[in-house]
C-alpha cells in the first residue's frame, strides 16, 4: 500500500497544520517553564481544547500567540493580564 503522502502530496502539510500539542510539548515550542505555560493557558493567551483529563493546544495557536503577543511581557500574571487587555483595546480599534 503507498505511503498517505504518495497518493496526497498535500496530506504531510495538512497534518503539520492540524497538528495538537500536549501542554508540555507547547511549552517546549515556546521555551518557556511549566508555569508560565499554566498562567497563559488559565488566562487564555493561548487557547487549549479539553479533552478528557488533559487540554491540548492547536499548533495555528502557538503561531497566533506569537503573532499576537509579539514585544509583550507575558512573564508573569500580572503582566500576561495587562498585555490581554492592550490586545483587546487594540483589536476594537
Given at each position: 500500500?503507498?505511503?498517505i503522502?504518495?497518493?496526497n502530496p498535500y496530506a504531510e502539510k495538512v497534518t503539520q497544520e492540524i497538528a495538537m500539542l500536549?501542554?508540555?510539548q507547547a511549552r517546549h515550542v515556546l521555551n518557556i517553564s511549566k508555569d508560565n505555560m499554566i498562567i497563559l493557558l488559565e488566562e487564555k493567551l493561548i487557547k487549549c481544547i479539553k479533552t478528557g483529563k488533559?487540554?491540548?493546544?492547536p499548533?495555528?495557536?502557538?503561531?497566533?500567540?506569537?503573532?499576537?503577543?509579539?514585544?509583550?511581557?507575558?512573564?508573569?500574571?500580572?503582566?500576561?493580564?495587562?498585555a490581554k487587555?492592550?490586545?483587546k483595546i487594540k483589536e476594537r480599534q
Open positions: 500500500m503507498p505511503a503522502d504518495s497518493i500536549t501542554k508540555d488533559s487540554y491540548m493546544i499548533s495555528f495557536e502557538l503561531i497566533r500567540f506569537q503573532h499576537d503577543y509579539l514585544g509583550f511581557d507575558v512573564s508573569t500574571r500580572k503582566l500576561a493580564k495587562e487587555e492592550k490586545i
